[in-house]
T-cell receptor, first 115, second 113 residues
Framework: NAGVTQTPKFRILKIGQSMTLQCTQDMNHNYMYWYRQDPGMGLKLIYYSVGAGITDKGEVPNGYNVSRSTTEDFPLRLELAAPSQTSVYFC??????????????FGNGTRLTVT | DAKTTQPNSMESNEEEPVHLPCNHSTISGTDYIHWYRQLPSQGPEYVIHGLTSNVNNRMASLAIAEDRKSSTLILHRATLRDAAVYYCILRAVLGQGAQKLVFGQGTRLTINP
C-alpha cells in the first residue's frame, strides 16, 4: 500500500517559471490537502479538496492553483515562481466526515527552491 | 484559530517514559486535540487524538486535563526512533467536513542512547 505519493522529491526553479507538484493517493480518501513548511516552522494549509471537482482555499493560497479531477490525484500548480515559494510542500489525504475527523496521511514532501 | 504552546525542545533517555506537555487555554468545546510527529526529511505522522477523555493507542497515550486547557502526550518507553518534532494541534473543521490542522513550531524531542 503506497499511501500518499508526491513527485518530484526535489526541484529547483528560476523566478517566473511554472511547475506542477504531483500528489496521488491510493486509499480512496475523499479529502486531500496541500501544506507548505518553511524552514524551522510548522505547516500551513494552501488548498484543500473535499472530493473530485471541489476545491477551496486554505491560509496561504496566493500564487498557487489546484484541481481535483479524480479521487486519487490532487496536483498543485505554481504559475510564476517567486523566491517566497521556496519551501517544502506536503500533500495529505484523509477519509471520513465523522465529527472527530480521521487522521491525515502525509506524503514525504517536495523540496522546492526558487532562485 | 485556537493556539497551542509547547516547549521548543526536550531530551530524554532511551527506554524511559517521556511526557510532552501542551497548553491550549483558548480551546473551544468542539476542538479535538491532535498530536502528530515529524521525523527528519519526512512528512508528519499521526500519533493520537482526543476530545475529553484520556486515550491510548499502540504508539502513545494522551492525557487531557479536566478543564481541557492542557494535555500531555506520553511515550511509555522511548526509543531512538521516537526522536522527532512533536506537534500538538487543535483541529478546526472547514467547509464540508474537511479538517484544518494549525501547526505551531512543535517540540523537538531528542532521545539519548
Amino acid at each position: 500500500n503506497a499511501g500518499v505519493t508526491q513527485t518530484p522529491k526535489f526541484r529547483i526553479l528560476k523566478i517566473g517559471q511554472s511547475m506542477t507538484l504531483q500528489c496521488t493517493q491510493d486509499m480512496n480518501h475523499n479529502y486531500m490537502y496541500w501544506y507548505r513548511q518553511d524552514p524551522g516552522m510548522g505547516l500551513k494549509l494552501i488548498y484543500y479538496s473535499v472530493g473530485a471537482g471541489i476545491t477551496d482555499k486554505g491560509e496561504v493560497p496566493n500564487g498557487y492553483n489546484v484541481s481535483r479531477s479524480t479521487t486519487e490525484d490532487f496536483p498543485l500548480r505554481l504559475e510564476l515562481a517567486a523566491p517566497s515559494q521556496t519551501s517544502v510542500y506536503f500533500c495529505a489525504s484523509s477519509y471520513s466526515i465523522s465529527g472527530d475527523g480521521s487522521p491525515l496521511h502525509f506524503g514525504n514532501g517536495t523540496r522546492l527552491t526558487v532562485t | 484559530d485556537a493556539k497551542t504552546t509547547q516547549p521548543n525542545s526536550m531530551e530524554s533517555n532511551e527506554e524511559e517514559p517521556v511526557h510532552l506537555p501542551c497548553n491550549h487555554s483558548t480551546i473551544s468545546g468542539t476542538d479535538y486535540i491532535h498530536w502528530y510527529r515529524q521525523l527528519p526529511s519526512q512528512g508528519p505522522e499521526y500519533v493520537i487524538h482526543g476530545l475529553t477523555s484520556n486515550v491510548n493507542n499502540r504508539m502513545a497515550s494522551l492525557a487531557i486535563a479536566e478543564d481541557r486547557k492542557s494535555s500531555t502526550l506520553i511515550l511509555h518507553r522511548a526509543t531512538l526512533r521516537d526522536a522527532a518534532v512533536y506537534y500538538c494541534i487543535l483541529r478546526a473543521v472547514l467547509g464540508q467536513g474537511a479538517q484544518k490542522l494549525v501547526f505551531g513550531q512543535g517540540t523537538r524531542l531528542t532521545i539519548n542512547p
